[in-house]
């Protein structure tokens, strides 16, 4: 066979798909072209998308940590501290409020009227926690009125992890004397 553009001559079992000479097409059938894949670029995300997948995430680490972190920082309040929100809530007239500081059975017992009656006329500035002893889930409150220097004594109740007043319990030495000092509410 030979080259139609430039008579080069090959044999009929060396024919080349094209002329080695010129590069003329000869006519024989090519077994195989070879293609090279070319990688499709990476697609890049942009910074409008950046920012807000950032922002997202931000928005999620603040969320969790307003709710947890209160869960952590939060001390139950021990039984001189249920007492001092007790008599404020009276000293406020806020009977209902008072009542949520007793025990399930006073609770069940007294109404908030009962405790409006039972505090009428008590002067709340001259209580004075002095001794406050807990025992696993149970307490005593010793407490001092200074206007008649009786002391008082308040057994609390931890109830559902949280200290109660046991007001159907309370008792009093009006002849105990003391000094006076402690935590006055």
């Known amino acids: 066979m030979d080259c139609p553009k430039c008579g080069k001559q090959y044999s009929s079992n060396e024919v080349p798909p094209f002329c080695t000479s010129c590069g003329e097409p000869l006519g024989a059938k090519i077994s195989t072209y070879y293609t090279p894949k070319v990688p499709s670029p990476k697609k890049k995300i942009s910074k409008g998308w950046m920012i807000g997948i950032i922002g997202a995430l931000v928005l999620l680490v603040v969320i969790a940590l307003a709710v947890v972190l209160p869960l952590t920082l939060i001390k ?3 039984p001189s501290a249920t007492f001092l929100a007790f008599v404020k809530a009276l000293d406020r007239g806020d009977f209902a409020t008072a009542h949520s500081y007793l025990t399930a059975k ?3 017992n ?4 009962d405790i ?13 926690v002095q001794k406050e002893e807990i025992s ?7 407490v001092l009125n200074k206007s008649s220097g009786d002391m008082l004594y308040y057994p609390c109740y931890k109830e ?3 200290w109660k007043i046991a007001l159907s319990e ?16």
């Open 170 to 185: 309370y008792t009093d030495n009006s002849n105990d004397n003391s000094n006076g000092s402690g935590t006055t509410y």
């Open 116 to 128: 409006r009656d039972y505090w009428a006329g008590d002067q709340s500035g001259g209580l004075v």
């Open 110 to 113: 007294e109404t908030s009227s």
């Open 136 to 142: 696993g889930d149970e307490a005593q409150l010793t």
């Open 76 to 78: 139950p309040m021990g």
């Open 160 to 162: 559902n992890g949280k």
């Open 106 to 108: 006073d609770a069940a």
